[in-house]
Each structure stands twice: as C-alpha cells, then as structure tokens.
C-alpha cells in the first residue's frame, strides 16, 4: 500500500504514514472532524518514527513519535531494539558487507513493524482509542505551557526543554515544515 499524500510504501496495517503524518486510511490529514464512540480524545497532529539529533547507539537508535491533543503535547519513546543491529552483524559474520546490509535491513524492518504494532494499540483511524500510549511517554507538557519549552534549531531540529535538559529530534526537511506550520498556530 502507497500514501495517497506523499506516495510513500506504508505497512497494510499503517494508520498512518510514517513520512507524513496523512492517514492510511482514508487519506485525509491527521486533523480529524468527528470520533468514534470508543474514543478516548481526538489526536491534532502525529508524527513517527523522529530520531534524536547528533544522538550515537550502537545497539539500536531509540525512536520517538510526536503526539498533540487537544490540551497536550507528548513525545513518546519506543524501546529500543536491536533487530537492524543483529542483522547487520549476522550478516557480516555469515557473508558480506552487501550481507551485512541485507541483515540489518531485514531487521530494521522487524523493528519498525514492532513500532507499528505498539501504535495499534492505541490508535484507530486518527484518534485514540486506548491509553496504552502512556507506558512510552517521555515527555508530556500542557499546551499552555508548550510555547516555553519548544523552540526549532537551523530549520531542521525540532527543540524541547526546559532550561536545563534539551531533547533535538530531526526527520525529514518536508516532516519538519508539516509539523512547525501546525504547531505555531497551537501554541499561539
């Protein structure tokens, strides 16, 4: 299955595209007009799969995606997991360096599907359908509070702390804009 938006391949069971943020579904954008009846609250904006700028691991990269309600704004963290790393390894071990990158695509591909599946629990055609976001919540700020502690760097980083400790979170250059020209009229 292909993005209606941005054309790139997403997973059959994607509720959203992991490039864009546009719904899977029905192609519509992540603002929703109406809920269903097992909805929890109404999702503004979500975007996946952002990694941490200038941030090194050698097992596996953590991912975070951005969540905006209504009234608050989240960063979530998966787990890290070390498929594309196993991969990689296996596969230089066992052949090559065209094996190695074989592997740890193979696994890097298992890793974004464990992603994928963690958001199913509680995303349902753009708005949330359970809690169980909360057991990956690294960050969670209230909206009138979020002008504060977001800011952007060189047009590519997207900037949340606090004065002491700063996450910088970067994805693609077309990501950054759809997410900076949503979340300045949020906050305002």
């Known amino acids: 299955m292909f993005c209606s938006n941005c054309g790139t391949k997403i997973e059959e069971e994607a509720i959203f595209c992991q490039n864009c943020g546009t719904s899977a579904k029905d192609g519509k954008e992540v603002l929703t007009q109406s809920q269903p009846k097992n909805s929890v609250g109404e999702i503004l904006y979500y975007g996946q799969d952002y990694i941490r700028a200038k941030h090194f691991a050698i097992v596996s990269l953590p991912y975070h995606d951005i969540l905006v309600t209504k009234d608050k704004f989240f960063i979530l963290q998966f787990p890290k997991t070390g498929g594309g790393t196993w991969g990689l390894i296996i596969g230089l071990i066992l052949f090559n360096i065209l094996g190695a990158a074989i592997g740890a695509a193979i696994g ?7 992603r994928q599946n963690a958001r199913n629990t509680w995303l349902l055609e ?9 057991e990956y919540i690294f960050v969670e700020i209230s909206k009138d509070k979020l002008k504060n502690h977001l800011s952007f760097e060189k047009n590519k980083y997207v900037v949340v702390g ?15 804009i759809k997410f900076k020209s949503f979340i300045e009229p949020y906050v305002l």
Request: charged share 50%.
């Open 126 to 134: 753009n708005n949330l359908t359970s809690e169980n976001y909360r």
């Open 162 to 176: 606090d004065g002491e400790r700063a996450i910088r979170l970067k994805k693609s250059k077309k990501e950054f």
């Open 108 to 114: 890097n591909s298992s890793d974004r599907k464990k």
